[in-house]
């Protein structure tokens, strides 16, 4: 199965679209250039497009093995990751101190989008790995950071996070695992987590998990938990690998997709000897923890685009070559037509374009707006930090809802062909559908974002997003090409506004927002998608506009312009880019007004029904 990148779109987002003079500045990146950027993703691209697209096929149909109690991976899972980890791949935008590149996170999203769309399973280690070396460089001790921290980001060990338990999935407040203090200050961990990704593996010789826990006389709740790094091997003091840590992999889950992904059941200290250190400070576990579960959202919204972008890339790739009927520009035709003739199939490429587009647009401003809270300082770091922070959960749950449907839209394109294994569209779809469910369900991300983002900074960041669209929407009105379709952002930002001011203070406000919670944010996503694609689209038809200018042409002169875009890679790029953003501002922006009919209908039937 051939991974086919969308590294076009990828290189506008991050080198002609986003301000990137504004990061690359004197501060933590003034040592990177644009160049260097460009050169990051070729050589991300190559390690995506070589190992770990090589083996994503055989990950899904052999799958992760339990034999014996170890955890064997597919054939070429380990070259694959030792490709990943050679390139410096894990620790791209991680701090130099500990071996990373200490790249911008704006570069860090076109890398994370390739290996999750070239090979979900191992984009996933990778996720958890850095994030748990993250974690201990954020709140661990000095001794913890020399051992762990630089091992991690190299891929000499890899990471986890161990949350989940059989009662305690969403409710993380539920969490039992305990954690016992010790005359040494280590602590004796013991309970069953389950649903680990790369819980346990051959990939490499130590694994490090993260994990939460309870201390004896810790309160119940969220309150009471710690959090601890517990490795598979005990490591010696001069780093060397010691006795096994009691970790064992009890089972590994038989899954709808991701099987190249180990999904484990792990076992902590059945023997009493499962040794763990203490991260940070005793009761604030789930705090810190969340700098990991916020990147991981993030990171799995990337994986929702980075599953859409491949399974549509393939889908196209397949509307070029497949002839079946008669398209309307030759219904008389002796042969066949390709099938991208056919208008409901550009319908359906074009459709699975804009929403990719999307997805990308807003994963990578919100990548941009990190690096801008990280250059920035006083209120505009509090600014940009807002707006991250109101971007996560809609990055995780709008790229993960939607790239799940552009997976269905793909598959559909085929037709037949599609629901067989001799296609890659079914794994794509198989693979993506996780997203919406893991690093917190999609519907605990909606709660997150109307109880919590909506409110914090006494709402500054959601008001700072209606300007931020609103100004977009008012600037291209006029424009001859976009201003219809900067009328359909006004109105969804209207609708938005309307739905934000009106349902709070009905009398029912509170299960109202709740019931809707879902719908809020599907439409805060395609508010903050609309306005950034036609920001996109506008710097597309100027660009457009250029090349021909540059060629002698007029825009009247349909033959010539349709010449140049036929000859000309970066012309039919920027006419698509357009087109897309037109597309999505006619089909998608128009749902932000059906919700809102919805929602300020006031309808509460679901807790009126009979289950
Ligand atoms: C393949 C896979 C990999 C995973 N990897 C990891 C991992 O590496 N580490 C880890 O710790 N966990 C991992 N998980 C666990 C995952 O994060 C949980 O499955 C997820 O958080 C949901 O918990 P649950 O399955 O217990 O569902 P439940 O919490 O029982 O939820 C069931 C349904 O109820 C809804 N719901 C629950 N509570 C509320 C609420 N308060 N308000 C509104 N709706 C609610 C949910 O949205 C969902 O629709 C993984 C799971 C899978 C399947």
Redo the contacts with the bound molecule.
């Keep these: 199965m051939k991974y086919i990148d969308d590294d076009r779109d990828i290189r506008f987002n991050l080198l002609e679209w986003l301000d990137l003079d504004a990061i690359l500045k004197d501060g933590p990146y003034q040592e990177v250039d644009r160049e260097q950027l460009g050169m990051v993703l070729e050589e991300a691209l190559k390690v995506a497009k070589g190992s770990l697209s090589a083996c994503n096929g055989t990950g899904d149909r052999v799958g992760a093995q339990l034999e014996d109690g170890q955890v064997r991976l597919p054939e070429g899972f380990s070259e694959a990751f030792r490709d990943i980890a050679s390139g410096g791949w894990i620790s791209a935008t991680m701090n130099p101190e500990f071996g990373g590149m200490g790249l911008p996170e704006c570069v860090g999203t076109g890398i994370s989008e390739f290996l999750m769309g070239a090979n979900t399973a191992l984009g996933l280690t990778v996720l958890?790995t850095r994030g748990s070396a993250h974690l201990i460089e954020a709140f661990g001790s000095e001794a913890l950071k020399a051992i762990y921290c630089e091992r991690l980001y190299a891929g000499e060990w890899t990471g986890?996070?161990?949350?989940?338990e059989a009662g305690?999935?969403?409710?993380l407040g539920a969490l039992n695992t305990k954690a016992l203090r010790q005359a040494d200050g280590t602590y004796l961990i013991s309970g069953e987590?389950i649903?680990?990704?790369s819980?346990d593996h051959g990939l490499t010789p130590n694994i490090v998990h993260a994990v939460l826990a309870r201390t004896p006389d810790a309160p119940a709740g969220p309150k009471g938990l710690s959090l601890f790094v517990v490795p598979k091997i005990r490591v010696n003091a001069d780093g060397s690998l010691g006795v096994s840590n009691d970790v064992a992999c009890a089972g590994i889950?038989h899954?709808l997709g991701?099987h190249g992904?180990p999904?484990c059941s792990l076992v902590f200290g059945a023997n009493g000897a499962c040794q763990g250190f203490l991260l940070g400070q005793e009761g604030q576990g789930l705090a810190h923890m969340f700098q990991m579960m916020n990147a991981a959202r993030y990171e799995v919204g990337v994986q929702g685009l980075g599953n859409a972008s491949a399974a549509h890339q393939a889908a196209l790739a397949y509307a070029k070559e497949r002839l079946q009927g008669r398209g309307p520009r030759s219904p008389k035709s002796a042969t066949q037509s390709l099938i991208i003739e056919h208008p409901d199939v550009r319908r359906l490429l074009l459709m699975q374009s804009a929403y990719v587009q999307a997805m990308r647009a807003l994963v990578s401003y919100t990548a941009w707006c990190m690096d801008m809270a990280h250059v920035s300082g006083g209120e505009e770091q509090d600014r940009w930090q807002g707006l991250v922070e109101l971007f996560t959960p809609i990055s995780k749950a709008w790229c993960s809802d939607w790239g799940f449907r552009v997976t269905e839209w793909a598959l559909q394109t085929y037709g037949g062909y599609g629901y067989t294994m001799d296609y890659p569209a079914e794994q794509y779809l198989r693979d993506c559908k996780?997203a919406s469910?893991?690093?917190?369900?999609?519907?605990?991300q909606a709660?997150d974002l109307v109880g919590r983002k909506f409110k914090m900074r006494e709402g500054r960041p959601v008001q700072d997003l209606l300007g931020l669209a609103g100004r977009t929407a008012q600037a291209l009105a006029g424009h001859p090409v976009l201003g219809p379709s900067a009328r359909q952002l006004a109105d969804a930002v209207a609708s938005l506004g309307q739905v934000l001011a009106q349902v709070p203070a009905r009398d029912n406000g509170a299960l109202l927002t709740l019931l809707n919670a879902a719908p809020m944010l599907d439409m805060l996503g395609h508010v903050v998608a609309g306005f950034l694609l036609l920001q996109q689209a506008e710097l597309a038809d100027k660009k457009g506009a250029e090349l021909l200018r540059g060629r002698g042409l007029e825009a009247s002169d349909s033959a010539g312009v349709k010449a140049l875009q036929a000859s000309s890679r970066d012309a039919a790029f920027y006419q698509n880019k357009v087109q897309a953003a037109i597309h999505f501002a006619h089909r998608g922006l128009p749902l932000v007004a059906a919700q809102a009919v919805a929602i300020l209908a006031g309808d509460i039937a679901p807790m009126e029904a009979v289950f």
């Design positions: 958890l986890t996070m161990c949350l989940t305690a999935g969403s409710d987590k649903f680990i990704t819980g889950e899954k991701i992904s999904t996780i469910i893991y690093e917190g369900t999609n519907g605990i709660l």
